[in-house]
Nanobody, 126 residues
């Protein structure tokens, strides 16, 4: 079992920044990849970024490339998402996810992750 709790969401103006954090507990954190996903009203959950267990490999969606950065601190069991130059289109509920049954970098598919946080709302005003 893995428990995930996100924090750091909020309301920000376009062009601003937010930092999301996800605290994990329950299993050895450094052995499995972590991902961030988001879901806007009426849309499917979409991939944002992922990182391998060691933190050596990352990937992110084209829509956030150069603006969002995923990182993890295995000593503190946390994974973070630094979001810069936010746009109204980034408005969504953001979820962190743990993929205890996948390896390496992780996956862009939500179905490959078996543990999810409760989500944190990010709203970007224009």
């Amino acid at each position: 079992q893995v428990q995930l709790v996100e924090s750091g969401g909020g309301l920000v103006q376009a062009g601003g920044s937010l930092r999301l954090s996800c605290a994990a507990s329950g299993r050895t954190f450094s052995v499995f990849p972590m991902g961030w996903f988001r879901q806007a009203p009426g849309k499917e959950r979409e991939f944002v970024a992922a990182m391998s267990g060691s933190g050596a490999i990352t990937t992110d969606a084209g829509s956030v490339k150069g603006r969002f950065t995923i990182s993890r601190d295995n000593a503190k069991n946390t994974v973070n998402l630094q979001m810069n130059r936010l746009e109204p289109e980034d408005t969504a509920v953001y979820y962190c996810a743990a993929g205890t049954q996948i390896y390496g970098l992780g996956s862009i598919r939500p179905s490959d992750y078996d543990y999810w946080g409760q989500g944190t709302q990010v709203t970007v005003s224009s």
